[in-house]
């Protein structure tokens, strides 16, 4: 959901349909809107779009316009900042060091710098003395990452500088005068910070009379009392034009410059913002906020994550930055790409400004793209493996109404013949937006009603807000309020602020005991009316208080350990989130894997649980910048994300929506979802041929679940995401440095939505070497150009299946994924130019965490010679929890047979049982499609957890 303004549109308190109209009866309810218009907002207008406004630019922030233009003035040698390096040593195998700021030996910092396995390097600055501690974020870094730790033995000598070897030929420069840290490999430059002389951590002080801290923004006052305190610094990556990461924005998948002789447009903003409606192509931050910046070209991938919670606003640097004054600002930002001239070295420049917190930067070498996202992700974890029923198709809407409309709806997908899995209910559920409670009178039967849909293997999610009503009546907020569980305002009492249901407080969650007794409340005694079917929506978490600045909770309110909000606040959705997740496995006692649904994000949270992309908007630029927007999650460790099918606000269209959902498909997270004020959107309200494409479309992605529960099991061990640039695979093909119109789903299918109305082509590029098959057709595109596809809305969008590769798909329609459980396997093998294939399937119980203990099935598919064979993954030592399918193949497709193969009435045998399988050519009832070069082996038959082997003959 967005904020008031977007969500309800308050055009007049007689609006029908507003949210704080649906909260009371009748005309009391439109009564409460109007006396909320008037001292909630004190007149600010509303509308439906997103008012620029409403939002701090960096010129309205002291701490960002400060930097930037102190900044400047340093490099244009207006003053003198240099930091010096002193006193290095070994202390317990890190590198220890102060810097001392020219001629200012107050100001001394102290460096710390490890090393850790895998290629990470760890650089810590902090103040030396100062009057409190900084905010170190808890929680992200995981547990036994201090166990990955390599003792250094040594420390070189070079040319006025320290050097530290890295293994894989890399080593640690740590330039003494003035102070720089370099990671070279050979002699290649790789990654350097403070090249550009701007690190600067500003001292914490104590305020003397007379010191103007205080920074407004309209109407609202941050005190700011502990003064400036910003932390900023340059990071350059060398031997690249290009950067990518720092979500959450609808934007490029590149990074454009910022500032430069051209260019002065807003820094990228990370600070967490419920932002209703907002512009596709936009730098402007949103929900969530993950400081991690990756740079690629074709000799290597490096990234930078700085553990900092606080607000941050980075410049992407362009020359002649140091000329831009900060007011100068416009959108002129016309490349991902940094000028060079012809001698000049390849390298992007970026600037960040963190408003508060530490220095705590961790330096990936990769060398390739998938090592940096490991590395990442050996830091901050993998992505939790979710239940195989969170993998297929939800629908949600704000809201299906009472227990007889979600009846209806279920009901209609079945009439429709359409599977789905999971139906949402958003706020109307509650009683007055209290949550854990349901509205008596439109849920009366809420365990009866998920029941009936329990029993068709279906599943339910509720919303559960951060914001607890303040109302003496209800127990939560009683009980909170007594314990003191709540965030303080400046002066020491519990935050109230509004949100849904009026005046609201907010959990703390940054304490250990606020999360602890909050996961308590999802019990079945505490959440009375939840079944084990019934998971959970985190909304509104970063945190969104609509009569905030920003709509968002003052910087200046405290939280547990005298904290302020600035220094957590991108992180406060992820302790949310974290409390959340840990209520439902506690429900369950530890058996079942929770899903929980977030809306604000920060580092780590791809270990908790699955995001999408918020209020976006029936747009065909929304569709467009969906990909960009994933493809920048995933690499920045977040694999289970997606973005609301046909927009959250607006109406589609018929074809704009058919559009969406073929291209939802092949999003991790796959959830149809829209406002209040839109139109009903169930896939069969449009007509044919829309519920007929809708419907094909919803299909294919349950086909296609096998291939992606293996993805997500590969993303919670490596990291690496489902859905990838094309660069990940491609590593050095430089087409596809700026291409974000397409993605790959895992190694395997290339995909490239359709984006504008009644387009009659595509631009593909087809990437690499290889061939490409299409899924539906079987024909073969060569890799390396970009070939203008013919489309119509039957065809769907092009998908393309890389040559080399199996994917498994269960091919028989049901009405959900528990009832696929025991379906046979359709083996889609593409053969490369060697006639060679190879793919994976991985398979669990779907649910439970004995996958942990050894319960799952792990295949590989190889096609060789002839011969396609499937051989165990899994380890075979013993195990105490075993899994077991007996789960047939009935079909495999082999597209790419040479000529003298596709003969009617060949055969291939089963070598173990010495049985022939009938061959056909083509297969016209197959759903993906004719495959009309592809040889078919019908019924094989054999098992999928076993070891077997088929030659053709």
């Known amino acids: ?145 201090e166990e990955k730790r390599l003792g250094i033995g040594s420390i070189g000598r070079r040319d006025g500088a320290s050097v530290v070897q890295l293994s894989g030929g890399f080593e640690v420069v740590i330039q003494h005068k003035p102070f720089q840290v370099q990671v070279k490999r050979g002699d290649d430059l790789v990654l350097s910070i403070n090249s550009k002389n701007l690190f600067d ?15 407004s923004f309209r109407s609202h006052n941050d005190k700011r009392p502990h003064g400036p305190q910003t932390v900023s610094f340059d990071v350059s990556f060398h031997g690249s034009d290009h950067v990518y990461g720092i979500p959450e924005r609808a934007t490029s998948f590149a990074l454009k410059p910022t500032k430069g002789a051209n260019i002065n447009s807003e820094p990228y903003r990370l600070f967490n913002l419920d932002v209703f409606e907002y512009l596709d192509e936009s730098p402007f931050g949103l929900y969530g906020s993950i400081p991690v910046m990756v740079s690629h070209s074709k000799k290597r991938t490096v990234g930078f994550f700085l553990l900092n919670a606080a607000e941050m606003q980075i410049d992407v640097l362009a020359p002649g930055w140091e000329q ?35 220095f705590d930067a961790f330096l990936f070498v990769g060398p390739s793209p998938k090592d940096v996202v490991a590395q990442y992700c050996s830091v901050t974890g993998t992505s939790a493996i979710p239940q195989l029923f969170s993998t297929a198709y939800h629908q949600c809407r704000w809201n299906y109404k009472d227990e007889a409309d979600v009846a209806g709806v279920d009901a209609g997908f079945d009439e429709h013949d359409i599977p789905y899995d999971t139906i949402w209910l958003d706020i109307e559920h509650t009683d007055g937006k209290k949550y854990f409670t349901w509205d008596k009178n439109l849920f ?18 509720t919303i559960v807000d951060p914001h607890v009503k303040r109302d003496d009546n209800f127990p939560l907020h009683k009980e909170a309020s007594s314990y003191g569980y709540y965030v303080k305002d400046s002066s020491g009492k519990d935050f109230d602020g509004w949100c ?59 939280h547990y350990g005298g904290v302020e909000h600035r220094d957590l606040h991108n992180a406060y959705g992820y302790y949310y989130h974290m409390a959340s ?33 918020g209020d976006n908007t029936a747009d065909w630029g929304h569709i467009r910048v969906s990909v960009p927007m994933l493809l920048t999650l995933g690499m920045t460790g977040i694999a289970n994300a997606g973005a609301d099918v046909g927009g959250f606000f607006g109406n589609p269209d018929p074809e704009m929506l058919t559009r969406w959902y073929q291209l939802g498909t092949y999003y991790p997270f796959f959830r149809g979802h829209g406002h209040l004020d839109t139109k009903r959107r169930e896939p069969w309200l449009f007509g044919e041929p829309y519920t007929s494409l809708m419907r094909q479309a919803i299909s294919a992605r349950y086909q296609i679940l096998p291939y992606v529960y293996t993805l997500f099991k590969e993303a919670s061990v490596t990291g690496i995401p489902l859905v990838r640039p094309l660069w990940m695979e491609f590593p050095e093909d430089e087409s596809t440095f700026t291409r974000d119109d397409e993605f790959l789903l895992g190694p395997s299918l290339l995909v490239h939505g359709v984006y504008s109305e009644g387009a009659k082509s595509e631009k593909v590029y087809f990437p690499g070497n290889e061939t490409w098959y299409d899924v539906k057709s079987g024909a073969t595109f060569p890799g390396g150009k970009e070939v203008e596809i013919p489309v119509t809305l039957d065809s769907g969008i092009p998908v393309y299946q890389r040559a ?69 993954l899994a380890p075979t030592k013993s195990n105490p929890k075993k899994f077991t399918s007996s789960c047939l193949v009935e079909r495999i497709v082999i597209m790419g047979v040479r000529a003298r193969d596709l003969v009617t009435g060949k055969h291939a045998v089963v070598e173990s049982e010495d049985r022939w399988i009938q061959t056909d050519i083509g297969a016209p009832s197959l759903i993906q499609g004719a495959y009309s070069s592809a040889l078919i082996l019908r019924l094989p038959n054999v098992r999928i957890a076993d070891d077997w082997s088929i030659k053709l003959g």
């Open 1 to 145: 959901m967005a904020s008031v303004e977007g969500r309800g549109r308050a055009r007049s308190c007689e609006g029908k349909r507003t949210p704080a109209a649906m909260a009371s009866p009748g005309g009391l309810r439109r009564l409460l809107w109007c006396v909320a218009i008037v001292v909630l907002f004190y007149g600010a207008e509303f509308g439906a779009a997103w008012k620029e406004a409403e939002f701090r630019k960096c010129h309205q922030s002291k701490f960002c316009k400060d930097v930037r233009e102190r900044a400047a003035a340093w490099a244009r040698g207006e003053s003198h900042r240099e930091i010096e390096v002193r006193e290095i040593s070994l202390k317990d195998g890190r590198v220890a060091a102060r810097l001392v700021p020219a001629g200012n030996e107050d100001e001394a910092l102290v460096l710390e710098l490890s090393t850790y396995r895998d290629g990470i390097v760890r650089v810590k600055v902090v103040e030396e003395t100062a009057p409190r501690k900084r905010f170190e974020v808890p929680q992200v870094v995981v547990n036994d990452f």
């Open 201 to 215: 951590i500003q001292h914490l002080q104590v305020k003397k009379e007379g010191d103007d801290w205080e920074d």
């Open 324 to 358: 831009v004054g900060i007011e100068q600002v416009s959108d002129e930002s016309s490349s991902g790409k940094r000028s060079t001239g012809q001698n000049e070295e390849k390298r992007v420049d970026t600037h960040w400004i963190a408003e508060s917190g530490v």
């Open 444 to 461: 009366p039967n809420p365990k009866e009603m998920q029941n009936k849909i329990g029993a068709k293997g279906r599943h339910m999610v």
């Open 500 to 558: 849904w249901p009026g005046a609201s407080s907010y959990l703390d969650m940054l304490s250990p005991e606020v999360r602890s007794w909050w996961a308590t409340k999802f019990s079945y005694s505490n959440y009375v009316g939840s079944t084990p079917i019934l998971y959970i929506w985190n909304d509104m978490n970063e945190p969104s208080v609509f009569n905030g600045p920003e709509t968002t909770m003052p910087k200046d309110a405290i």
């Open 581 to 613: 997740v840990q209520g439902l496995y506690q429900r369950e006692r530890g058996t079942d894997r929770p899903f929980v649904l977030s809306r604000a994000f920060f580092a780590g949270t791809q270990k908790i649980g699955a995001i999408w992309t």
């Open 804 to 872: 080399g590769s199996i994917i498994p798909k269960k091919l028989r329609h049901r009405r959900s994924s528990t009832q696929m459980q025991n379906d046979p396997y359709t083996l889609v093998v593409a053969l490369d130019s060697k006639y060679e294939a190879e793919g994976e399937l991985y398979i669990d119980d779907g649910k439970s965490y004995e996958f942990e203990q050894g319960a799952f099935i792990h295949r590989r598919f190889k096609f060789a010679k002839g011969k396609l064979t499937s051989t165990n």
